[in-house]
């Protein structure tokens, strides 16, 4: 770049080089260009840099991405015009697609996100050559004629419709998914962020279904909105780790779902709620609250959304929830299940025990509810989770990999099988 800088035409303009070599450009002016590699040579400690191009992140390998990130930010001059750019292909589920993800959406992130689809007017006349081959198949087997609406299939008329997709782009997409298929295309030419991300071949839930879901799911309640009729227990936690996207309606019955972990960081503890029609009311999710505050804010919750049918996963830190929650709160309205014990003599046991016989069966009730629309998810990260949920040689969970969990998707499963035995110990 430096080389093909009109030096001639303005020979006073640009400073002249000290060192010139494959991984710096020091010029006299004090200024510096430095080459690195993602697996190479720290290069950003101990150096203030004006600006930071991170190019092709998704690929760096996934052990160093974090580490990056962390050096890159104090690295960084602090002035109006340092800047910090990422740019990349989509590449699966690593920490790259997490910030990105939560820029998109999250609005107060200290990241901006851009995404650029296939249907950006720039491609038009990149793709003109490959549009002009997908329009003369097309003709070749449409006597002639171009793509109308009445030729779209349902798919190509929402890319019509919502996205503003032209015929040239849907002839072109119809070839290339009929010599390729449509997993490629998506993974190729994604529309939305979601679609570019996705990694439909392994997850147990239908991965386009959740795409579908993420377009259309509203935010929580504003903080103002709840505050006033929320319990004190659960003001701390509005907007921060409780989501209420429904407020409570009178002689609704809810039902919910809880899994609860050691409050040590790691994994989550989280409590889903929905109402008798399978709506989404309320999302809970911290990492940091101990097993007795969450009995405390598991009783706060079940109370306020018309004393829920709770279903907890009884299984480790489970089993003392259950016991603070009967004992300690009184809270009667929880689910029980049936066991037999040594003797041979069935009996009743607090909360849903899991194990490698029945987690396949609450999952694919979950999947069942919701591919079918008995439920509607509201929770972004319930959502998030569904897409990297997993079944490896007979065993079910996230895709392995810091900071993926699967806590919300085990709330969500636990309140379906609340609302499979749709049962009410209170009256309301």
């Not at 030419?189 to 239908?206: C, G, Q, R, W």
């Given at each position: 770049m430096y080389k093909n800088l009109p030096h001639d035409k303005y020979p006073n303009l640009f400073p002249k080089t000290l060192l010139n070599n494959r991984d710096e450009l020091y010029l006299e002016n004090g200024s510096r260009v430095i080459i690195a590699t993602a697996n190479g040579e720290d290069s950003i400690s101990g150096n203030t840099f004006q600006f930071i191009h991170l190019s092709e992140m998704a690929k760096y390998p996934a052990q160093v991405q974090e580490e990056i990130i962390a050096t890159c930010i104090p690295a960084l001059a602090k002035n109006e015009s340092s800047a910090i750019i990422i740019e990349s292909t989509a590449y699966g589920y690593n920490t790259y697609q997490e910030m990105f993800m939560k820029a998109y959406r999250d609005k107060e992130s200290v990241w901006k996100a851009f995404f650029f689809s296939w249907l950006a007017k720039a491609y038009q006349t990149q793709f003109k050559q490959v549009f002009d081959g997908a329009e003369a198949w097309f003709r070749a087997n449409n006597q002639g004629r171009r793509m109308t609406y009445d030729d779209l299939e349902h798919d190509e008329k929402i890319l019509r419709d919502k996205y503003g997709a032209t015929y040239r782009q849907l002839m072109f997409r119809r070839y290339?998914?009929?010599?390729?298929?449509?997993?490629?295309?998506?993974?190729?030419?994604?529309?939305?962020?979601?679609?570019?991300?996705?990694?439909?071949?392994?997850?147990?839930?239908?991965?386009?279904?959740?795409?579908?879901?993420?377009?259309?799911?509203?935010?929580?309640?504003?903080?103002?909105?709840?505050?006033?009729?929320?319990?004190?227990?659960?003001?701390?936690?509005?907007?921060?780790?409780?989501?209420?996207?429904?407020?409570?309606?009178?002689?609704?019955?809810?039902?919910?779902?809880?899994?609860?972990?050691?409050?040590?960081?790691?994994?989550?503890?989280?409590?889903?709620?929905?109402?008798?029609?399978?709506?989404?009311?309320?999302?809970?999710?911290?990492?940091?609250?101990?097993?007795?505050?969450?009995?405390?804010?598991?009783?706060?919750?079940?109370?306020?959304f018309n004393y829920a049918f709770i279903c907890v996963e009884r299984n480790s830190y489970g089993l003392p929830l259950l016991e603070r929650l009967r004992k300690e709160y009184g809270y009667m309205n929880l689910l029980k299940q049936k066991v037999f014990d040594q003797r041979g003599k069935r009996k009743m046991q607090l909360g849903f025990q899991t194990t490698n016989v029945t987690k396949p069966i609450i999952i694919n009730d979950m999947k069942e509810m919701f591919e079918l629309n008995m439920i509607n998810i509201e929770c972004v990260r319930t959502l998030e989770e569904m897409k990297i949920y997993q079944e490896h040689k007979g065993k079910m969970g996230n895709k392995k990999g810091q900071n993926n969990h699967d806590d919300l998707v085990i709330s969500v499963a636990m309140a379906c099988q609340a609302m499979k035995q749709a049962k009410y110990y209170v009256d309301i």
């Open positions: 290339y998914i009929q010599t390729n298929s449509l997993e490629k295309f998506r993974r190729e030419f994604p529309t939305t962020p979601d679609e570019a991300f996705m990694e439909t071949n392994k997850s147990v839930f239908d991965t386009a279904k959740i795409i579908e879901r993420l377009q259309y799911v509203i935010q929580p309640l504003e903080t103002k909105e709840v505050m006033g009729v929320l319990p004190d227990t659960l003001k701390p936690y509005i907007n921060k780790n409780l989501f209420i996207y429904h407020l409570p309606k009178s002689k609704m019955r809810m039902y919910a779902g809880v899994d609860v972990s050691s409050g040590q960081g790691g994994d989550y503890s989280t409590m889903s709620i929905f109402d008798a029609d399978g709506q989404q009311v309320a999302s809970f999710y911290a990492n940091d609250i101990p097993v007795y505050k969450f009995a405390e804010i598991v009783d706060a919750l079940g109370r306020f």
